[in-house]
């Protein structure tokens, strides 16, 4: 082993006397140290030509350390030289003269960067300061490689130089500074990947000509990105800027039906998209109730508007055909109106809102239907009291709530149908004239009849 070293280094190192058998000597790998920065140094011991074990090594000078060889004659030390000039190596042993040899420790040159990242294909300014034992060194050679990155310059008196990375591949760069009278010195900056930018949309649709405004939240690795830049094409356009939280609100108009593709950008980050639907106008529908009134009668009718399964609030229904009047929908889709049709026929209720196709229902207004009127007994006698019902129909059916009014022979009274349809009336005439009995109802014309004396 240590012949293989020898032969290795006689080039480099002249040593004399190796036949002396009682001198030491002693051969230190590599040659120089620079100042600040520890390095690990091999020592041999060798007399006679052969290795020389439990020797002892010391080091003083611009450094200091001691150590004992191996029984290969080795010894590795930690040298770390505080100042420049030459380190004192000397090895000794009993029964061998001293062996003595030296390092020269010379100042290093140490590089910092800031910052120690960069991101690939986005130009960024780095500052490289330069120093050696903590002091400044101006008039250093700077040069980078790596990355696909080729730069030099040279330190000011402060030490330091600005240089503008945009690194086209990711990897590491390598620093490299030297100035005469200093060791080398180098330092890695990294150049990583863009970071790619994620889109959210808080809606995944809007409808054709409806104005919506829609947030958009823009993410990288998790977090919020500000400063981005979101912009739609597609059936709709519009831009806007991220805030602290990575949101920017846009007022989206769709034009027509298909995608809008929201993409977002920012320097130093590869780009993000999202896609929301634009779709035609949902339809309304509209339900009545009653679905029917009489005509002249007026009447309240409850309208309830809806798209799909869901209440349509803020919509306005309009009344047209044999009524008018018109109504806007509260939240639950529902709106009271105040029907009077001048006539019979149809009523059409058409409910309208922005964004929606718009729906319809038809009230009908029905005719007034007659009233009949019938008593029994048909013929009382004048002077004498007699109880007389009076049953009203319409259409075949009796009817309730309809006044019964007789008046003449000296008669005025009425009274209210029940259930039945019957109203009973106490009549006594006491004067000649014809006794007409009408049957009255609102919705309804009027039925007469008239009672024999």
Do not use: C
């Not at 020898?6 to 620079?34: C, F, H, K, M, T």
């Not at 041999?44 to 191996?70: C, E, K, M, P, R």
């Not at 030297?178 to 809007?206: E, F, H, N, R």
């Not at 007994?377 to 007789?406: D, R, W």
């Amino acid at each position: 082993m240590i012949g293989g070293i020898l032969a290795g280094i006689g080039g480099d190192r002249v040593i004399s006397g190796w036949l002396e058998s009682s001198q030491l000597y002693i051969i230190g790998i590599p040659n120089n140290v620079s100042v600040g920065k520890p390095a690990n140094f091999t020592f041999i011991t060798i007399g006679n030509g052969v290795s020389i074990d439990n020797a002892n090594v010391t080091l003083d000078g611009a450094a200091f350390t001691t150590g004992v060889t191996d029984t290969n004659g080795m010894v590795l030390l930690t040298v770390n030289a505080t100042t420049n000039g030459s380190i004192n190596v000397t090895a000794q042993k009993s029964g061998y003269k001293n062996a003595t040899y030296y390092i020269m420790a010379i100042p290093g040159l140490v590089i910092d960067a800031n910052p120690t990242s960069i991101t690939s294909n986005t130009p960024s300014y780095v500052t490289f300061s330069v120093s050696s034992m903590d002091k400044p060194v101006s008039g250093a050679y700077l040069n980078l490689t790596g990355a696909n990155i080729s730069l030099d310059g040279i330190t000011n008196m402060n030490g330091e130089i600005v240089l503008q990375l945009n690194a086209p591949r990711t990897g590491s760069i390598i620093a490299s500074a030297k100035k005469a009278d200093y060791s080398d010195g180098s330092s890695i900056i990294s150049s990583t990947s863009q970071p790619t930018l994620s889109v959210s949309s808080s809606l995944s649709a809007v409808t054709i000509n409806v104005p919506m405004y829609v947030t958009f939240t823009v993410t990288a690795g998790g977090s919020a990105v500000s400063d981005a830049m979101v912009s739609l094409i597609g059936t709709a356009s519009g831009s806007g800027i991220t805030n602290q939280e990575g949101k920017a609100i846009i007022l989206v108009t769709p034009s027509g039906a298909g995608t809008i593709t929201a993409s977002a950008n920012r320097t130093g980050y590869a780009g993000g998209s999202i896609a929301i639907t634009s779709t035609g106008a949902q339809a309304l529908s509209v339900a009545a109730n009653p679905t029917s009134v009489i005509a002249g009668v007026p009447a309240y009718v409850t309208f309830t508007v809806t798209s799909g399964s869901s209440a349509v609030g803020e919509s306005t229904v309009t009344l047209t055909g044999m009524a008018s009047g018109s109504g806007v929908t509260n939240p639950n889709g529902q709106v009271i109106l105040y029907v009077n049709s001048t006539s019979s026929g149809a009523i059409t209720a058409t409910s309208t809102k922005n964004g929606y196709s718009a729906g319809s229902a038809t009230v009908s207004a029905i005719g007034q239907q007659s009233l009949g009127v019938s008593a029994s007994p048909a013929n009382i006698t004048n002077g004498v009291a007699t109880y007389v019902t009076f049953t009203v129909t319409s259409g075949g059916s009796a009817l309730g709530g309809a006044t019964v009014s007789a008046s003449g022979g000296g008669i005025s009274t009425d009274s209210v149908t029940n259930s039945a349809g019957q109203a009973m009336l106490l009549l006594n005439a006491g004067t000649s004239g014809t006794i007409s009995v009408t049957a009255r109802k609102a919705g309804y014309i009027d039925g007469v009849t008239t009672i024999a004396h």
